[in-house]
């Protein structure tokens, strides 16, 4: 058994209470059926702290055989369970109240989030908590307003639609907006009935498990979220193979989402996956620079990169390239690395130190394949997964940081002569999850939206994301779309009923 953490010195800089209570609560348990359980196994793992590389928590492992119960549970709630059948607008309720505990909790989840992921605090504030909320908000609107149809059908028949849930759903989330990805994954599931079993990422458990207490505080029937923890290939694995599982719906890397794909054949699960992505973010001449400059620290560094819509390729038409590049390096250069938990730090730590050691590996590739280091370039020495935010210039699109998926605060900006080859150079990827444009031009604006293959495309800005719009990939980035009314496609079946008169 591993020692117990040293709650004071890993959460050091936490003010809330509520969290310190949680964590000194170790080892934190499996949510199965409505109680908080220990893994079969017995075993547990670690959460650290990115930023100090202390112990949070132990958490309990879950395995397949864990899995396995979680199953149970969650097809009894669906089965014989009130969930799937009960009154619409009483449902909705529950999904409200969920909304409003995560507000009233949201200082405490917040700081939890920055503890656990290494995001910077006022992230978590503006970004991820309230967004959690406004998902399950959302969704609580849609759940009285899943409507099928009448068909006219020939006179002798009456026919309509039912758009039925689908039933258990495994939904298995990354580490870099945790509570978020579990809000985004649970809302349209609940709201349309499903019972779920979350996984959560091994690097960042803890604001999953206590959703988990604040689902059971808002009075959800047992068995209608379950939430495991666990390792990829172990408790995910399990998941994906599951026989006893419905759906499947995956966040994380393009190499992993295949692995599920295929273990997912078995029962032919429904799947819906959204993968990794290598945005390129385009900046035309009449453009504000200054905010196109801003923006595109913003698109590359939020959360310190590790974001799967991250704008990772700027490309910059030639004429302004080096004005730009010299902006941005300026503006990475004064980014205050720092505790996450201090209000003025920008940049946190990487998740992990596997994390880290990838991104350092990256920024090492990039100077061997003759990039030029502009901005960072190195850690920042010290305890904590901290990299300096990088920005490499003279990037061509053939060059592997320019290629593939780092997942770290590293830019690569690279020039464009003309539109044509902007999109041209834009589309050179095996992704295609987001991208943007900016130019004050309105024809060109659109004509490169349109032409850029990638499931969103923001002008004039970056990495706006709201519940009202649907989210996913073209390409490599994945199928399937989250958000919008779009993810009650993913978490609907269609029945369709005949009737003879
Ligand atoms: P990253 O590389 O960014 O850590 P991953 O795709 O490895 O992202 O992880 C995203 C989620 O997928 C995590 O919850 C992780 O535990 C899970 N996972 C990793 N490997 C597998 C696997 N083989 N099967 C199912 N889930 C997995």
């Known amino acids: 058994m591993a020692a117990l953490p040293k709650v004071e010195v890993a959460a050091a800089g936490a003010k809330q209470s509520a969290v310190i209570n949680f964590l000194k609560e170790s080892p934190k348990n499996l949510l199965i059926g409505g109680k908080f359980v220990a893994a079969k196994s017995g075993k547990v793992f670690e959460s650290i702290n990115p930023a100090n590389e202390e112990v949070l928590a132990l ?3 879950g395995d397949a055989a864990d899995i396995d119960e979680a199953v149970k549970a969650a097809r009894g709630a669906f089965e014989q369970g009130r969930w799937p059948s009960m009154r619409p ?63 006219p059908s020939d006179p002798s028949m009456f026919n309509f639609t039912l758009h039925e849930p689908v039933g258990v759903c495994g939904q298995i989330i990354p580490w870099n907006f945790p509570l978020l990805m579990a809000s985004w994954k649970l809302a349209p599931a609940l709201a349309c009935g499903n019972t779920v ?25 047992d068995g209608v979220v379950n939430v495991i923890p666990g390792f990829g290939p172990t408790a995910g694995g399990a998941i994906a193979a599951h026989p ?32 990794g992505g290598k945005s390129p973010n385009i900046i035309f001449p009449d453009t504000d620079m200054k905010r196109a400059v801003g923006s595109a620290m913003m698109g590359v560094f939020m959360t310190q990169g590790q974001v799967c819509c991250a704008g990772t390729r700027i490309f910059v038409e030639q004429g302004i390239y080096e004005q730009f590049a010299e902006a941005l390096s ?29 991104v350092m590996g990256y920024v090492k590739i990039g100077k061997d394949e003759g990039a030029k280091v502009a901005a960072g370039g190195e850690a920042a020495g010290g305890k904590g997964y901290f990299i300096k935010p990088t920005v490499f210039t003279g990037v061509c699109n053939e060059m592997r940081i320019a290629r593939e998926e780092i997942f770290g605060p590293v830019a690569a900006t690279i020039p464009f002569k003309d539109e044509d080859d902007a999109v041209l150079q834009g589309n050179d990827t095996t992704y295609g999850l987001a991208a943007a ?34 989210f996913g990939g073209y390409k490599q980035s994945g199928f399937g779309r989250e958000l919008g009314r779009y993810a009650l496609e993913l978490y609907t079946q269609v029945k369709s009923v005949f009737v003879a008169l």
């Open 437 to 470: 444009v900016w130019t004050r031009d309105v024809s060109r604006a659109v004509r490169v939206a349109r032409r850029l293959k990638a499931g969103t495309v923001w002008v004039n800005t970056y990495g706006v994301l709201d519940p009202i719009s649907p």
């Open 89 to 151: 607008a009483e449902r909705a309720r529950y999904l409200f109240k969920v909304a409003d505990l995560i507000e009233a909790h949201s200082e405490e989840l917040a700081e939890l989030e920055t503890l656990d992921n290494g995001k910077p605090i006022w992230e978590s504030r503006v970004v991820d908590v309230p967004f959690a909320a406004e998902t399950f908000r959302y969704y609580a609107g849609w759940v009285t307003k899943i409507y099928g149809e009448t068909n």
């Open 330 to 358: 300026q503006g990475a250069q004064k980014m205050t690395l720092g505790n996450p938990l201090d209000p003025k730090t920008k940049m946190g730590p990487v998740v992990s130190r596997e994390q880290y050691d990838r």
């Open 244 to 275: 006893g599982i419905d759906k499947v719906a995956f966040t994380g890397s393009t190499e992993v989402g295949k692995e599920i794909l295929k273990a997912s054949a078995g029962n032919l699960k429904r799947i819906s996956l959204e993968l």
């Open 197 to 221: 079993i979350l996984k959560p990422a091994e690097q960042t458990p803890l604001t999953a498990l206590r959703l988990g207490e604040l689902i059971l505080e808002a009075g959800l029937p």
């Open 59 to 61: 958490v309990a492992e």
